[in-house]
Every structure is written in structure tokens, then in C-alpha cells.
Nanobody, 121 residues
Framework: QVQVVESGGGLVLPGGSLRLSCAAS??????IGWFRQAPGKEREGVSC????????YYADSVKGRFTISRDNVKNTVYLQMNSLKPEDTAVYYC????????????????WGQGTEVTVSS
């Protein structure tokens, strides 16, 4: 069964941290990562990682604050988000690239239901 399931969202104070997790199963992919969408804003690719060589991409807006990692045994990808800002508030989607493998930014073709992140005092 093809599944992409995100977890780890929530409400956090500005300056705080959250770790998002994503389990992708039932299919193979070349890259995996995250994009986000805030109300009234365009979708933004946040970060992604190559399955083959571990190369990564980060949007300028999150560089130095977010870290993507992958557990190959568990087929799980993580997004560690530190120094969160109110402008990071969005629904975060875990997504996969099954065909391109291009990193920077990634070209997604399948994604999960999303997990909501709210950064507010």
C-alpha cells in the first residue's frame, strides 16, 4: 500500500523547535522532502534529500535553521526545525519525487495529507 504519513506538527513559541517525521512506504522514490503552504500564500519547497547520495536542498528562508535527515532502515525522513518564526506557520507536506531525482529544489509528484505547524506567542 502506498503511503506517505506525516507527524510532529503543533503549536510552538517563536524561537522554539519542532521535529517533523514522515514515513513513506509501498513504493520507491529518488528524493523525499517537504514543502509548505500558508493561507493565502504560494506553495514553497522547504527542503529535500536525495535517496542515492544524501545531497540536500534548503530554501533560503530556512537555511541554517532547518535540517533534513533520513533513516534508510526505517524509510523515514525528518525535518528538524529550530529558531522557528511566525512566518514558518503553514501546513507542511511530506512529498516524494519518483522520477526526476533533481535536488534543488525537488520536483514532487506524490505527497501526504500534511501536518500543521503554528508558530505564535
Amino acid at each position: 500500500q502506498v503511503q506517505v504519513v506525516e507527524s510532529g506538527g503543533g503549536l510552538v513559541l517563536p524561537g522554539g523547535s519542532l521535529r517533523l517525521s514522515c514515513a513513506a512506504s509501498g513504493f520507491s522514490y529518488l528524493a523525499i522532502g517537504w514543502f509548505r503552504q500558508a493561507p493565502g500564500k504560494e506553495r514553497e519547497g522547504v527542503s529535500c534529500i536525495s535517496v542515492s547520495d544524501g545531497s540536500t536542498y534548503y530554501a533560503d528562508s530556512v537555511k541554517g535553521r532547518f535540517t533534513i535527515s533520513r533513516d534508510n532502515v526505517k524509510n523515514t525522513v525528518y525535518l528538524q526545525m529550530n529558531s522557528l518564526k511566525p512566518e514558518d506557520t503553514a501546513v507542511y507536506y511530506c512529498a516524494t519525487d519518483r522520477y526526476s531525482g533533481r535536488i534543488g529544489p525537488c520536483q514532487y509528484d506524490y505527497w501526504g495529507q500534511g501536518t500543521e505547524v503554528t508558530v505564535s506567542s
